[in-house]
């Protein structure tokens, strides 16, 4: 393993942290912010529940308030950061609810705001797969020119029958639609993938992240299913206790999916880590540090690293694509 660890620093993985320095020469960190919008799992177009998943804060419970302008919000957010580190170059990461949700003047106006900071460097999206317009994938593709965009899309699952237990009102065509249209303006695509869900075994959560990493994609987040207070999953979980996976179960289960991930795809991340105040479960996820180090562990101790178990693992989900 030492060889492959020497291709990504101190990691066996392709971590983001790497790749930002490689890049950029320097650590680079992420300013949440909030551009004030809905999603339309929420605003009655598709629903008004959100997925079973989402808090009231639609995945952006960290991020300021939207009444603060987004040049109030890095300046909030940069300050502090730089009271504990030498940070000098930031991605402005908007983050809560569906971020390509609103008129594309008011989007240009926001996202143009934020590139147009010079301590940010790349402008990251948080979005669904089914809202992305071609006036908004143009404005995407002339913002890109200026500085780096990338877009997160949130598929979470392959399998049909979880999409449908999550209730996200959109399909794997439609993220499929998405991925070919940022691909052709050549926007760097991020994808996030819940592993836990309840509905799902160690097999069905290794085809979707195999999948993944079968793709043109630029990146991956692995997320943790958290159940937080006043979600839809939260009530059945309080009515109906599911089993959800323990630290070292987890942990074993992020090592396979970087075994299977090509070698070339940067993890975003891990794990995550909701807030505290509303987390019902696993409460063990709220050390994060702990997780993490668990997850490294767990890597050392298996001789394991990114791309160990690729070909192997994809072969087995030919029948998929």
């Given at each position: 393993m030492t060889e492959?660890?020497?291709?990504w620093g101190d990691k066996p993985y392709h971590s983001l942290d790497y790749y930002l320095?490689?890049?950029y020469g320097e650590k680079v960190y992420r300013l949440s912010l909030n551009g004030g919008m809905t999603c339309?799992?929420?605003d009655g177009t598709l629903g008004t529940k959100g997925c079973i998943f989402c808090s009231a804060g639609g995945s952006g419970d960290f991020t300021p308030s939207p009444l603060l302008s987004v040049t109030q919000q890095i300046t909030e957010a940069r300050n502090r950061i730089t009271k504990k580190t030498n940070a000098r170059k930031?991605?402005?990461?908007?983050q809560a609810y569906t971020n390509t949700y609103a008129p594309v003047s008011y989007l240009e106006k926001i996202f143009m705001e934020a590139v147009s900071h010079p301590d940010i460097v790349i402008l990251s999206?948080?979005?669904r797969p089914d809202c992305l317009s071609e006036e908004i994938l143009e404005l995407l593709r002339k913002i890109n020119a200026i500085k780096p965009v990338w877009v997160e899309l949130g598929l979470q699952t392959i399998h049909p029958?979880?999409?449908?237990w999550i209730g996200s009102g959109f399909s794997i065509k439609d993220f499929h639609t998405a991925l070919t249209n940022l691909q052709k303006r050549e926007i760097p695509v991020i994808v996030h993938v819940i592993l836990g869900l309840p509905c799902e075994n160690r097999n069905m959560m290794l085809d979707t992240v195999s999948y993944v990493g079968s793709l043109p994609v630029f990146g991956i987040k692995l997320q943790l299913l958290h159940v937080l207070k006043n979600t839809r999953l939260a009530d059945q979980y309080l009515s109906h206790p599911f089993a959800l996976p323990g630290l070292l179960e987890y942990a074993n289960l992020a090592a396979d999916c970087i075994e299977i991930l090509p070698?070339?795809?940067t993890i975003h991340r891990l794990t995550g880590d909701g807030p505290k105040s509303l987390l019902l479960a696993p409460l063990w996820s709220a050390d994060k540090k702990n997780v993490l180090n668990t997850i490294h562990k767990t890597l050392k101790e298996r001789n394991s690293y990114q791309g160990k178990g690729e070909i192997t693992w994809q072969s087995q989900i030919s029948s998929i694509k």
């Open positions: 492959n660890r020497k291709l320095k490689q890049t339309p799992n929420r930031f991605i402005a990461y908007f999206i948080a979005t029958a979880t999409t449908d070698k070339h795809m």
